[in-house]
């Protein structure tokens, strides 16, 4: 049973262009520092694959190739289903990253790793907390099984060409047609929820904050009282308005 992790990355964003190669800290950009943490994940989820388009902007992410890093192409690059089918090839599940979430919780991420390996056979494996609010804190592991029912949807789709670009919400239309299994993660998540694409220069100036308030890169229950911190002196008022 081969299990990898999956981070999903473009430089042509609509609302940031160039996000995940941004300054995230004095030492990483944002995905190097994605690639830090899910370096700190359970070791049987290896390679970790970087998923990207052929457009020129996207050949940067050659420069993260290493031993335990390997990287996947497609175009067009609204086509994810594909990219991500491509980097399914050697898999059986995936831990599927966002790169919009650079503080994925490490915890339950390896909380999913090692439900695969107590009750495999799931198409979907999601951790389920009252203290979440998006998943992308958590992520989600999918099967190779999740991308090939995804596909016999998308076939007969009216609109397969742009579902195949958000083809998971599939899962929420359809929910009967997969095997989900949903982990209780009691207790608060280890970071706060923060997606990066809403406002996203915005976003990335607080995290870059927090890393300069606290004198290095904090851990996530020090970048929790950091960011409480700030907000109670009015530093992030002040400096963003």
Not at 133 to 160: E, P, Q, T
Request: proline content about 7%.
């Amino acid at each position: 049973m081969n299990i990898g992790i999956i981070i999903t990355v473009r430089n042509n964003s609509y609302r940031f262009q160039n996000k995940a190669i941004q300054p995230y800290g004095p030492d990483f950009t944002n995905i190097g520092f994605q690639i830090s943490r899910a370096r700190k994940l359970h070791r049987t989820a290896r390679p970790i694959i970087i998923a990207t388009t052929e457009q020129p902007e996207d050949d940067i992410f050659r420069d993260y190739l290493a031993e335990d890093v390997t990287i996947v192409h497609r175009n067009p690059p609204t086509d994810v289903w594909s990219r991500h089918n491509i980097a399914f090839a050697e898999l059986d599940y995936a831990l599927m990253i966002d790169g919009d979430y650079p503080l994925f919780d490490i915890k339950m991420a390896n909380k999913l790793i090692e439900s695969i390996t107590l009750k495999p056979g799931f198409d979907i494996y999601h951790v389920d907390s009252p203290e979440i609010s998006i998943d992308g804190i958590g992520s989600k592991v999918y099967a190779k099984s999740f991308l090939a029912k995804c596909k016999r949807i998308l076939d007969v789709h009216a609109h397969k060409d742009k579902m195949a670009e958000h083809y998971w919400i599939l899962e929420d239309h359809n929910p009967q047609y997969f095997k989900k299994k949903v982990i209780p993660f009691p207790g608060d998540p280890t970071v706060t929820p923060v997606k990066m694409s809403i406002d996203y220069p915005l976003e990335m100036a607080i995290q870059n904050l927090i890393i300069k308030w606290v004198g290095h890169y904090p851990t996530q229950e020090e970048y929790l009282q950091a960011y409480k911190e700030i907000k109670h002196v009015g530093v992030l008022h002040d400096s963003h308005g």
